[in-house]
Protein backbone atom coordinates (compact mmCIF):
# COMPACT_ATOMS: atom_id res chain seq x y z
CA UNK A 1 0.00 0.00 0.00
CA UNK A 2 1.46 3.04 -1.21
CA UNK A 3 1.89 6.08 1.35
CA UNK A 4 0.79 9.86 0.23
CA UNK A 5 1.49 12.54 2.58
CA UNK A 6 -0.28 16.44 1.61
CA UNK A 7 0.97 19.31 1.86
CA UNK A 8 0.28 23.27 0.63
CA UNK A 9 -3.25 23.90 1.46
CA UNK A 10 -4.46 27.01 3.57
CA UNK A 11 -6.49 29.96 2.92
CA UNK A 12 -6.01 32.39 0.29
CA UNK A 13 -8.20 35.15 -1.54
CA UNK A 14 -10.26 34.65 -4.57
CA UNK A 15 -8.01 35.01 -7.93
CA UNK A 16 -5.25 33.93 -6.14
CA UNK A 17 -2.71 31.03 -6.38
CA UNK A 18 -1.66 27.70 -4.16
CA UNK A 19 0.63 25.04 -4.74
CA UNK A 20 -0.20 21.59 -3.24
CA UNK A 21 2.17 18.90 -3.22
CA UNK A 22 2.08 15.20 -2.37
CA UNK A 23 5.13 12.90 -1.73
CA UNK A 24 4.56 9.38 -2.10
CA UNK A 25 6.57 6.23 -0.28
CA UNK A 26 6.33 3.78 -3.57
CA UNK A 27 6.05 5.00 -7.33
CA UNK A 28 2.98 4.24 -9.04
CA UNK A 29 1.05 4.05 -12.72
CA UNK A 30 -0.59 7.19 -12.37
CA UNK A 31 -1.07 10.03 -9.53
CA UNK A 32 -4.04 12.17 -8.88
CA UNK A 33 -5.99 14.91 -7.16
CA UNK A 34 -9.36 14.63 -5.64
CA UNK A 35 -11.44 17.00 -3.50
CA UNK A 36 -14.17 17.00 -1.42
CA UNK A 37 -16.63 20.46 -0.50
CA UNK A 38 -18.79 20.50 2.91
CA UNK A 39 -21.96 18.45 1.50
CA UNK A 40 -20.83 17.15 -1.12
CA UNK A 41 -19.75 14.16 -2.29
CA UNK A 42 -15.40 13.62 -3.31
CA UNK A 43 -14.61 14.57 -6.79
CA UNK A 44 -12.30 14.33 -9.54
CA UNK A 45 -9.60 17.33 -10.26
CA UNK A 46 -6.73 16.04 -11.98
CA UNK A 47 -4.81 12.93 -12.93
CA UNK A 48 -1.44 12.14 -14.35
CA UNK A 49 0.32 8.92 -15.74
CA UNK A 50 3.99 7.91 -15.32
CA UNK A 51 4.94 9.07 -18.90
CA UNK A 52 3.45 12.60 -17.98
CA UNK A 53 -0.42 12.27 -20.25
CA UNK A 54 -2.77 14.86 -18.49
CA UNK A 55 -6.40 14.43 -17.66
CA UNK A 56 -8.52 17.66 -16.20
CA UNK A 57 -11.97 18.30 -14.74
CA UNK A 58 -13.88 20.61 -16.75
CA UNK A 59 -14.24 22.96 -13.87
CA UNK A 60 -10.59 23.20 -13.27
CA UNK A 61 -9.30 23.34 -16.94
CA UNK A 62 -7.10 26.04 -17.86
CA UNK A 63 -6.73 27.10 -14.52
CA UNK A 64 -5.39 24.40 -12.38
CA UNK A 65 -2.02 22.43 -13.89
CA UNK A 66 -0.53 18.78 -12.52
CA UNK A 67 2.78 17.72 -12.71
CA UNK A 68 5.31 15.18 -11.23
CA UNK A 69 8.70 14.85 -10.32
CA UNK A 70 9.53 10.65 -10.55
CA UNK A 71 12.69 11.38 -9.37
CA UNK A 72 11.13 12.47 -5.94
CA UNK A 73 8.26 10.52 -6.28
CA UNK A 74 6.11 13.95 -5.62
CA UNK A 75 3.08 14.98 -7.17
CA UNK A 76 1.90 18.81 -7.69
CA UNK A 77 -1.16 20.81 -8.14
CA UNK A 78 -0.56 24.48 -8.99
CA UNK A 79 -3.95 25.95 -8.63
CA UNK A 80 -4.33 29.70 -10.23
CA UNK A 81 -7.38 31.64 -10.48
CA UNK A 82 -8.59 30.47 -7.72
CA UNK A 83 -12.71 30.86 -7.15
CA UNK A 84 -14.81 30.16 -3.73
CA UNK A 85 -16.37 27.18 -5.21
CA UNK A 86 -12.87 25.43 -5.10
CA UNK A 87 -13.20 25.40 -1.33
CA UNK A 88 -12.77 21.78 -0.02
CA UNK A 89 -10.52 18.98 1.07
CA UNK A 90 -8.01 18.10 -1.42
CA UNK A 91 -7.06 14.40 -1.84
CA UNK A 92 -3.88 13.09 -3.31
CA UNK A 93 -4.60 9.61 -4.62
CA UNK A 94 -2.74 6.53 -6.46
CA UNK A 95 -3.24 4.65 -9.08
CA UNK A 96 -1.28 1.04 -9.90
CA UNK A 97 -3.16 0.82 -13.38
CA UNK A 98 -5.15 3.28 -15.55
CA UNK A 99 -5.59 7.12 -14.69
CA UNK A 100 -9.73 6.92 -14.82
CA UNK A 101 -11.54 7.77 -11.58
CA UNK A 102 -12.48 4.58 -10.78
CA UNK A 103 -8.56 3.70 -10.98
CA UNK A 104 -7.37 5.03 -7.61
CA UNK A 105 -7.21 3.08 -4.63
CA UNK A 106 -4.77 4.74 -2.21
CA UNK A 107 -5.52 8.25 -0.48
CA UNK A 108 -3.72 10.72 1.52
CA UNK A 109 -5.45 12.53 4.42
CA UNK A 110 -6.54 15.59 2.78
CA UNK A 111 -5.35 19.20 3.27
CA UNK A 112 -7.67 21.72 3.80
CA UNK A 113 -8.06 24.84 0.78
CA UNK A 114 -10.20 27.44 1.86
CA UNK A 115 -10.64 30.38 -1.16
CA UNK A 116 -12.49 33.67 0.21
CA UNK A 117 -14.21 35.93 -1.79
Known amino acids: QVQLVESGGGLVQAGGSLRLSCAAS?????MGWFRQAPGKEREFVAAISWSGNTYYADSVKGRFTISRDNAKITLYLQMNSLKSEDTAVYYC??????????????WGQGTQVTVSS
Open 26 to 30: VRTFS
Open 93 to 106: AAATTGMAPRDFGS
